[in-house]
């Protein structure tokens, strides 16, 4: 059991995950299935938001409903492979704002290198939910989480579709404050630090690149 740590297991994601990883599935069926699985799961990443108390009038009566209210979301996908949980968030959420960070792994070294950072104005005061489907050795979410905490961020959660226990003490260790939402905690890394049995290369198999 890892703290601050959510592994869903609805049937729905878990069945949309074995299409996911199973390498047969086209390029077009990814996209919509982490589109499908990015708004199930936007459904549960939402689930504390706070709401308050309402008067409206129902073609019966005048009543007391719920709204939203106060904690206004900034979606942020990692580059390439989170802008493909985006659309699905969006959907659930349709007025968050999107932020984009942008980081690779060196291919020879592993490590996460920064390229781009473009984030909304009020990024302080909202809700930061940052998208990537690989939480491999941690080092590309760890160093996203840190680069929006330097821009202000206080407010963050994760949410990746594949994980592994390295990866989750890798984030956890330097980021103990954020919660990481994930459909499964996955065995372990290969020698080329791809998650095992994972869905491969999510950003080629996204869009289609190799
Ligand atoms: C993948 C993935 C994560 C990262 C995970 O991105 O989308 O960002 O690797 O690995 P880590 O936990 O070991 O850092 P990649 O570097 O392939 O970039 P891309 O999305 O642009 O293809
Ligand atoms: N990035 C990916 O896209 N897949 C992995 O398994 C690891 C990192």
Redesign the pocket.
Known sequence: MYKNVIEIKHPLLQHKLTMLRDKNTSSKDFRDLVNEVSMLMAYEVTRNLPVKDIEIETPICKTTGKSLSGLDVAIVPIMR?GMGMVGGMLNLIPNAKVGHIGIY?NEETIEPVEYYCKLPSDISDRLVIVTD??L?TGGSLRDAVTMLKKRGAVNIKAMTLVSTDVGIKEVQSHHPDIEIYTISIDAGLNEK???VP??????DRLFGTK
């Open positions: 492979a792994r489907p690989m491999a630090s791809y998650i994972g869905l491969g290369d999510a950003g």
